[in-house]
């Protein structure tokens, strides 16, 4: 029996365990894949405070991991398949189903993340870090003075397209139908931009380079003509998935899968908690998920404290 399990070692997961470790409580990580999360898709990370000139994502990665390390909490690597709760009316008991194991614990923090939806053509997964990339607050400052494209048509992509001209030398938003589904606001201020160009009724069916991304393979869903793009990056905002399916059955889901909390980051169930990008918010950054980990952890501190 464990005081509390989180799942999930991305940034958020990783300083909710450091939290709960602080506090004392029996606690164990439980992570799918590899530590550190979808950030670990961008090398360096330039917006995290106290690195002025950024810092390289496995290394940030890294000290936060020797921090957890050092308060004695274990991370192990495994798929959680579901969340169980017994009990009755009385104070609950999770369940954590695994592949391999089954645990229990009285509290749970859900930091299971999510993962920007992806194109699915060819070269997308190749280039992953090398010039294709789904955050531009992360990674607009490698294309400075570059020729971009931005994939696209919601709010996102348009909000994006503007704050990447502030560093790109050109920037192509390329959307697959005649009109973008952003805000007009939004559409209007893109238009007034010169550095934005648009490519409509358009979409992305490959993307090539040998080392990074030099060019797209476009075409025009209308016309069916296809044409080679010249560009040295490509930012996809066609929408995130939250990691919550084995959750859709014991909490209160947004209509996109996104967990909803109140600020204290409790989730519709007893004893649980959710941070990180897998929580339904305004601003998914690496910053935002560690305050809302450390709140989480405390939250969840202060549940097992009233239980004694």
């Not at 938003?173 to 606001?185: G, N, T």
């Amino acid at each position: 029996m464990h005081d509390v399990i989180i799942i999930g070692a991305g940034p958020a997961g990783l300083v909710a365990g450091l939290y709960c470790g602080r506090f004392r409580l029996n606690t164990l990580i439980i992570e799918k894949m590899s530590v550190g999360g979808q950030i670990v898709l961008s090398p360096t990370i330039e917006n995290f405070p106290g690195f002025p000139s950024g810092i390289a994502t496995d290394e940030l990665i890294g000290k936060i991991k020797k921090q957890v390390d050092e308060v004695g909490v274990p991370v192990v690597t495994e798929d959680v398949l579901g969340i169980t709760v017994s009990g009755g009316t009385g104070i609950p008991v999770y369940g954590i189903k695994t592949a391999g194991n089954a645990y229990e614990a009285r509290a749970v923090i859900v930091a299971s993340g999510a993962y920007s939806k992806r194109l699915g053509v060819a070269g997308e997964e190749r280039f992953i870090g090398r010039g294709v990339s789904y955050c531009g607050t992360c990674d607009a400052p490698f294309f400075r003075n570059k020729e971009i494209a931005i994939v696209g048509g919601g709010d996102r992509a348009v909000e994006e397209a503007i704050f990447l001209t502030s560093y790109a030398s050109k920037v192509t938003l390329i959307h697959r139908r005649q009109e973008l589904r952003a805000s007009s606001i939004l559409v209007e201020k893109a238009k007034q931009n010169p550095k934005i160009n648009f490519k409509l009724d358009s979409v992305i069916e490959e993307i090539s380079g040998k080392d990074k991304v030099e060019a797209l393979k476009i075409k025009n869903v209308v016309s069916s003509a296809v044409e080679d793009f010249s560009c040295q990056g490509v930012f996809i905002f066609v929408g995130i998935k939250p990691n919550t399916d084995f959750v859709k059955n014991l909490l209160r889901l947004d209509e996109a899968g996104f967990i909803i909390t109140d600020q204290d980051m409790k989730a519709s169930a007893d004893a649980v908690f959710a941070c990180g990008d897998c929580r339904k918010k305004g601003l998914y950054q690496v910053v935002n998920a560690c305050g809302e980990a450390a709140a989480a952890a405390d939250s969840a501190h202060k549940y097992l404290l009233n239980l004694k």
